[in-house]
């Protein structure tokens, strides 16, 4: 009843009977309480009869209870007739009442009422003609349409709906509010539509939330054109007062045509609330965000949706789940699993808003695009950017370049991690099924690239499709692997390969379906590489033999491959043949768990396994027996797959060829120790390195001079050997002990007891005192001297691989010992190399692609040459007495090892710097090998491309994570490395202080000792800059890393810091290190070291921390201890570095460039020639050009960030711009200026180069500023841009500089420049015309000069017309020069200046 009083208080008297609905409404009652007392007298048949009668005249028929109200005739026919009846009846307009109060009388009844709220149903009567539409409105609506009776039952609806406030409506239950709102829509024709939508909003006003839900949403259908703005406001203020109406408000508002300025209003409302809204809601929200945005804003809008939409909501549910999991109640658990899939549905449906905004509104991609874009900050970037690029390449065709260009550019600077991806794919799958054409393409192009991220990026893509998508999207991952396989490309090749692998280990059973693809691979495989085989045989091996039934057929397409390569005569098919077999024979051997499905029929299978495998064996022993190289690789590989899959071989198996092994190695290289040896050699044979003198019986030796000697004499002369015997050759020296010492070790649970004499045991060698007598040997002497050399020192390797792991302090001390001997047999082999120019050194890696075509090694850089070919065989380890407690570089053959027990064996024998040295080298080598990613760059050349690896074959069958935690493990030693190094040259520095002129160190260790200190620096900086870190699975690793270093600062504290202390713990410990570095290449490499670890996440204080430590270095005077200075192109590339640094993490970088160019440079123009700046040491003659460069192109970037000026910006904001401006275009006044002074090619060409950029710049930013802010601060715009028209006239006199010297690469600059100073002139003419100023504008003719402002004299000679032809471009030329630059410049200062002299 109150709302009625307040329905009927609201509207106004109106001039007719038909608008005046109140009174008609009292009068009405009045007579229905009249016509109840005559019913209820005459039995009811008066009032029933004249509503009832009419309507059946006219054609419809009323039903009682569920059945439809019937209509018989066509609705516009049954309008007409019940208009025509009321109008034509008798008692007229009184049969109007009569009607309404019938009506009011029959849909009191709830049944009867919903019947005429209903549609009608169709029926045609017997002989009827009339056609009735299938569909018909309801009864109430089709009385709507009639105009006499609109009003009234208008009022009567409007009175009916508070009767269902408060009604429960349930599944099958009947709306009535929305049924009665709904018969107000599209009707055709409303007489007072003010009055109707002024009812319904006060009905709003007093509704619950669900008849206001469906009164609002209804409302665009309801009003009029004319309404819409003045109801829009209605509703926008009705937005700000509360949220539960927000959806069907923005709903509402999103179907109306509303003005700009509402719009961005209402817009502004809705984009506050986005991050608070319901999920279900959230589509609503975003789709009327989107909707009828303009280009102008649509950057700005869109932005703000990007910071406000948060997706990690939309994942709780299924973090919901899974701890529901974990419960028992399975009503707890159905009730989590459509909370997921409410929410998966609901994240579908708010990417379905973005997909049409995309695809209908060409503004909404490009400014998506552009907002992803201009996000510079990694914890910018969320999950929903990566969907949004994916959703747009999917549906835009005409974006995809763009799209691909962003996606591209921000996986390279790190902002798109493979984590956030697979979020993306583990979270919303549902969402990005619907884009997997796009996936697949992009990962496609991605493995192309260049860039070892991008292609990273793209390899992760085909995992997560793999996982998270259906059959067919994983039977076409399948395929496009494949395809990349055949593609013959390097890069594409080796990382879909590592895809497969990864698929076939964590989703073996699904891989199996697709096995007959991968298989094809075996058709192809000429492209592949030995690694290659390896992997593609690991993959096909994991899959014929995971489910034995399902592999059969795989097992035997790869039986039958491998016989034919190893009955091949071709040396590359019988390397891959043996190492296809071994593989095989890896998965065969493998240990079976006694739960797997075998375990019923394990006797049959085990014999069956058996079998392959010594038929397997049997085959390759004998393929092998005659080619030392064959089988020297045959030893690698068998000595890999130990050390691979160590303690999951089935040792019975193991034992099998393990016997026959332990038999040759004895029988083939280890004879027993006598003073004399028979037979006659190139040498005499000489017994060397004993380390068991003491022990004279049973005493044993390796017998290489006599092989090496035999192996020699063998290729000189026909080398005819007995075919029935097995070949006995040097090569296979350290590739059998390496087999030995794993099997031992895997038998002896890791003891090399039964071994430990080959640890002290001499070599027959020769007297290696050849200082001097290298002159007098004959070639072959050199030579055979060489290879001798060569399979001692890879024994030795191959011995301290072995036993670096040991407990027993005695082993330890040889251990250390052999390391001492290795680098003294370095050095005599670097002496024999100098001497043997030409010489081609055994092989001692055997998967290389051609054997045959070791290249030669010349006297120029033998050690490098040396090392990278048996790099692959080096695993040692060591402590250290005086100087080092532990050291590795083992990740060659054991990345697994531990060694600070080395440290026991002090009193043994110390590790000096040589030896320190040597395996730092090493393990840098590895590290960069591993953990540096290198460019994917396309080698035009395919043959060239399998070297990439050589020397490295067994540390590539290791992934960089177990590279990494092997690192880590170290890391403690090499801390204690670095402590030590650092109070080594803090003691150098203190002895020679005021010392000049007069080293104070033995050069000689000194550079020993900085080698050492720059390679663990190197260290450092490899593992902590590894990419893997940025990988979530990583971040343990990370801490355990950062912990070791923080450790060394506060001893047992650092286990509970969080990760962001520990960072901050490491780089305090680092920065330590800055007061001893002992070059400037390890002073770049520690600030390289710092920032790798600063960048997780970089901090305030990190910034201004690494910007001092760039300072220091470069105020420091580097000087080498012969008392030369450093220089060279490596000292130039760190310099750059160094001073980017400084500049990009120093808080004010053009206060920086001035520093430099104001103080610095005076300094070195007034020094001798020779000199350096003071204040710079680092800046001399030879290195200004690098600091000009690096000045040039940071001022050029810094201007950049400086925003563009605004109408909208205050005079503050205007004079800070401005105030920033004249510093930047001083600072490259001064800059331009030198010049005069530095006049060289490099200067000149980095000045036509960023000095066009910088006048670009200023067009782009300074001006719009200039164009706002000249009326309010002139002085400051006339002194700014006098300022540069000073510099751009000095540019002007380059350009001609440069045509006169006629060298292409400036005259290359030339045009552009011009064009831009031309642009300039032009748009300052523009800036004073918009301030009503142009009068103070002339344009004059500039000549041209020369660099020192002479005027080119060539010209002048001519005849003076044409000299003012040529001359007339120059204004063009010189906005910043002379008359023309020089007038614009003093208009814009204001008239009255005088200008400037051309």
Request: glycine share 4%; net charge negative; with cysteine.
């Amino acid at each position: 009843m109150v709302s009625k009083r307040k329905l009927s208080k609201a509207d106004a008297p109106g001039e007719s009977c038909e608008t005046d609905l109140p009174s008609r409404c009292s009068e009405t009652k009045k007579s229905r309480i009249s016509d109840k007392e005559k019913a209820s007298a005459h039995g009811g048949v008066e009032n029933e009869g004249v509503f009832e009668e009419l309507l059946r005249t006219s054609g419809i028929i009323l039903k009682a209870g569920e059945g439809q109200n019937e209509i018989a005739v066509d609705q516009m026919a049954f309008q007409k007739k019940l208009w025509l009846a009321l109008e034509k009846h008798p008692t007229y307009p009184g049969v109007v009442k009569q009607f309404i109060s019938g009506l009011e009388s029959h849909i009191k009844d709830r049944n009867q009422f919903k019947n005429c709220l209903l549609p009608c149903a169709p029926i045609r009567t017997e002989g009827s003609r009339t056609l009735v539409h299938s569909y018909c409105e309801s009864l109430i609506k089709l009385l709507l349409g009639i105009k006499i009776l609109q009003p009234a039952v208008i009022t009567l609806l409007l009175e009916k709906i508070p009767e269902f406030f408060f009604d429960i409506v349930g599944t099958f239950g009947t709306n009535f509010p929305r049924l009665i709102v709904n018969q107000f829509k599209w009707l055709d024709k409303l007489l007072d539509s003010q009055d109707l939508v002024k009812n319904l909003m006060q009905m709003v006003s007093v509704s619950p939330v669900p008849v206001q839900h469906d009164i609002i949403t209804s409302l665009p259908e309801i009003l009029e054109d004319s309404q819409q703005s003045e109801v829009a406001r209605e509703l926008s203020c009705l937005l700000k007062q509360g949220r539960r109406l927000t959806v069907p408000i923005l709903d509402a508002l999103s179907r109306l045509d509303l003005d700009a300025g509402l719009l961005a209003e209402v817009r502004q409302s809705a984009m506050t609330i986005v991050p608070s809204v319901k999920l279900e809601d959230l589509p609503v929200v975003v789709k009327f965000i989107l909707h009828n945005v303009k280009a102008a804003d649509a950057v700005e809008v869109i932005s703000d949706l990007r910071k406000s939409l948060d997706l990690s909501s939309c994942v709780l549910p299924l973090q919901i789940l899974g701890s529901q999991k974990k419960l028992k109640s399975q009503v707890q658990a159905s009730s989590s699993m459509s909370q997921v899939t409410t929410s998966q549905n609901c994240v579908k449906l708010l990417f379905d808003v973005i997909k049409l905004a995309v695809r209908f509104q060409k503004d909404v991609s490009e400014a998506w695009i552009k907002a992803i874009e201009n996000s510079m900050s990694v914890s910018d970037h969320k999950v929903l950017d990566l969907i949004v690029l994916l959703l747009i390449h999917s549906t835009n065709t005409k974006n995809r370049k763009q799209t691909e260009k962003v996606l591209r550019s921000k996986i390279r600077l790190g902002c798109m991690p493979e984590q956030l991806m697979q979020n993306a794919f583990q979270n919303h799958s549902m969402v990005i099924k619907d884009f997997f054409p796009s996936i697949l393409a992009l990962a496609q192009m991605f493995l192309h690239s260049a860039h070892p991220a991008v292609v990273s990026f793209g390899s992760c893509m085909y995992k997560q499709a793999f996982a998270a998508f259906d059959s067919y999207c994983q039977q076409e991952v399948v395929t496009a692997l494949v395809t990349h396989v055949c593609s013959g490309n390097e890069t594409e090749l080796d990382i879909s390969l590592d895809v497969l692998t990864d698929l076939v280990v964590l989703h073996t059973s699904l891989l199996m379906r697709y096995a007959t693809f991968v298989k094809t691979i075996l058709d192809s495989t000429q492209k592949l590489n030995p690694c290659q085989i390896r992997k593609l045989f690991y993959i096909l091996s994991t899959l014929a033999f995971s489910q034995r039934q399902e592999g059969s057929y795989i097992q035997d397409d790869m039986h039958m491959v491998i016989r034919k390569w190893l009955s091949s005569t071709v040396p590359n098919h019988k390397q891959m043949g043996i190492i296809g077999a071994v593989t095989m024979i890896g998965s065969v051997a493998l240990k079976r768990n006694e739960g797997d499905g075998s375990s019923l029929e394990r006797p049959e299978l085990n014999s069956e396994r058996d079998g392959q495998l010594s038929t397997l064996l049997d085959l390759v022993g004998f393929c092998c027996e005659q080619t030392p190289e064959v089988l020297a690789l045959y030893y690698d590989e068998l000595a890999s797959l130990i050390e691979k899959q160590k303690g999951n071989l089935d040792l019975q198996l193991l034992d099998e060829f393990g016997k026959s092994l332990v038999e040759d190695f004895p029988s083939d290289f280890v004879v027993d120790l006598n003073p004399t040896v028979d037979g006659s050699f190139l040498f005499p044979v000489k017994s060397l390195y004993n380390l068991d003198e003491d022990e004279s019986q049973g005493a044993i030796a390796i017998n290489l001079l006599p092989l090496v000697s035999q192996s020699e004499l063998g290729r000189v002369t026909d080398g005819t050997s007995s075919q029935s015997k097995r070949v006995v050759s040097p090569i296979c020296l350290s590739p059998c002990f390496r087999l030995l010492r794993l099997y031992t070790g895997e038998q002896n649970s890791g003891s090399l007891e039964e071994i430990d004499a080959l640890l002290g045991c001499p070599l027959y060698l020769t007297d290696l005192e050849v200082e001097g007598k290298l002159d007098s040997l004959s070639k072959q002497e050199r030579e055979f001297l060489c290879s001798l050399l060569f399979y001692a020192l890879n024994w030795f390797r191959e011995v301290v691989n072995a036993f670096c792991q040991q407990q027993d302090a005695e082993m330890k001390g040889k251990v250390l010992t052999r390391l001492q001997n290795i680098t003294e047999l370095q050095t005599v082999l670097g002496k024999c190399l100098a001497a043997t120019p030409g010489y081609v050194p055994p092989p001692a890696t055997f998967d290389s692609e051609a054997l045959e075509a070791v290249p030669s090694i010349n006297a120029v850089g033998p050690v490098r040459k040396r090392n990278g070919r048996k790099k692959k065989a080096d695993g040692s380890k060591a402590g250290s007495a005086d100087r080092s407690q532990a050291d590795d570089s083992s990740e060659g053959n054991q990345p697994d090892t531990e060694l600070s027990e080395l440290e026991k064996a002090r009193e043994v024998v110390q590790l000096g710097p040589a030896e320190l040295c040597f395996l730092l080298d090493d393990l840098c080598w590895k590290l960069e090998h591993v953990l540096t990613p290198c460019s994917t760059r396309r080698v035009p050349f395919p043959k060239e491309r399998g070297y990439k690896d050589i020397g490295f074959s067994h540390l590539c069958q290791r992934s960089p994570k177990e590279v990494a935690m092997c690192v880590v493990k170290l890391l403690k030693p090499l801390c204690n490395h670095m402590e030590n190094m650092h109070n080594y040259f803090q003691s150098v520095v203190t002895q020679n202080r005021g010392v000049e002129d007069e080293p104070g160190v033995n050069i000689q260790e000194h550079q020993l000792m900085s080698s050492c200190y720059q390679q663990l620096l190197l260290t450092f900086r490899s593992l902590f800059a590894w990419n893997g870190f940025s990988q979530h699975e990583n971040t343990d690793l990370l801490r355990s890393a950062l912990q070791v270093l923080a450790d060394r600062l506060k001893p047992g504290e650092t286990e509970f810091l969080l990760l962001e202390e520990l960072i901050s713990e490491s780089f305090h410990y680092l920065l330590n290190f800055q007061q001893s570095v002992p070059s400037f290449h390890c002073a770049f490499i520690l600030t390289q070291l710092l920032i790798a670890i600063a960048e997780k996440p970089m901090a305030g204080w990190k910034k201004e921390k690494m910007a001092s430590l760039a300072k220091q270095f470069l105020c420091q005077s580097w000087v080498k201890p012969s008392g030369d200075r450093e220089k060279g192109s490596q000292f130039n590339n760190a310099l750059h570095t160094l001073l980017c640094v400084y500049l990009e993490h120093t808080d004010n970088i053009l206060k920086a460039i001035e520093e430099i160019s104001s103080v610095g440079v005076p300094e070195l123009i007034n020094s001798a020639k020779d000199g350096c700046s003071s204040t710079y040491p680092t800046l001399s003659r030879q290195t200004f050009p690098v600091f000009f460069r690096v000045m040039m192109a940071q001022l050029e970037s810094s201007v950049k960030s400086i925003p563009a000026g605004k109408p909208s910006d205050s005079s503050e904001v205007q004079l800070e711009k401005l105030l920033r401006w004249n510093i930047a275009v001083r600072n490259f006044h001064i800059l331009i200026n030198l010049v005069k002074v530095f006049d060289s090619r490099p200067v000149l060409s980095i000045c036509l180069k960023y000095g066009r950029l910088f006048v670009e710049a200023f067009l782009k930013l300074a001006m719009p500023l200039l164009d706002y802010s000249f009326k309010k601060h002139r002085d400051d715009v006339q002194s700014l841009l006098k300022t540069l028209q000073l510099s751009t006239r000095q540019l002007h006199h380059m350009c001609g500089h440069s045509k006169i010297c006629q060298d292409i690469g400036l005259t290359n600059h030339v045009p552009l420049l011009k064009k831009s100073l031309e642009q300039f002139v032009y748009r300052v003419k523009a800036m004073l015309a918009f301030n009503h100023c142009q009068e103070a504008f002339w344009v004059g003719i500039l000549k041209n000069r020369d660099l020192q402002g002479e005027e080119i004299l060539s010209q002048a000679s001519e005849e003076r017309d044409s000299d003012e032809e040529d001359s007339v471009e120059s204004p063009a030329e010189e906005p910043s020069g002379s008359g023309t630059d020089a007038s614009d410049e003093d208009g814009a200062a204001g008239p009255g200046l005088s200008p400037a002299k051309p």
